[in-house]
């Protein structure tokens, strides 16, 4: 079965950087891209960056070139290294498959104080 587990998040001031984690059992990264989202509050969950089978990646443009996601197929685990945060940032962050799978994990809250 799909687990997704996220951390790393926390209160940030802005210009500052978090890197993000998701353990991902149950999903098989050979066939399965992977994805970073985030719902702010009072906002619909929205796709931030994603990583393909081959590893190429793509942002949204509200984070190019300050946001990194990468993957560890051994570890299961993907991150996502966030630079430059903007207090837009704030939202919970979720992994999930990309397309998403029915199963979210829990998030982490990422707080970007001005």
């Known amino acids: 079965q799909v687990q997704l587990v996220e951390s790393g998040g926390g209160l940030v001031q802005a210009g500052g950087s978090l890197r993000l984690s998701c353990a991902a059992s149950?999903?098989?990264?050979?066939?399965?891209?992977m994805g970073w989202y985030r719902q702010g509050s009072g906002k619909e969950r929205e796709l931030v960056a994603r990583?393909?089978?081959?590893?190429?990646?793509n942002y949204a443009d509200s984070v190019k070139g300050r946001f990194t996601i990468s993957r560890d197929s051994v570890k299961k685990t993907v991150y996502l290294q966030m630079n430059s945060l903007k207090p837009e940032d704030t939202a919970v962050y979720y992994c999930?498959?990309?397309?998403?799978?029915?199963?979210w994990g829990q998030g982490t809250q990422v707080t970007v104080s001005s």
């Open positions: 999930n498959a990309f397309p998403p799978l029915m199963t």
């Open positions: 149950g999903i098989t990264f050979s066939t399965n891209g």
């Open positions: 990583i393909n089978t081959f590893g190429g990646t």
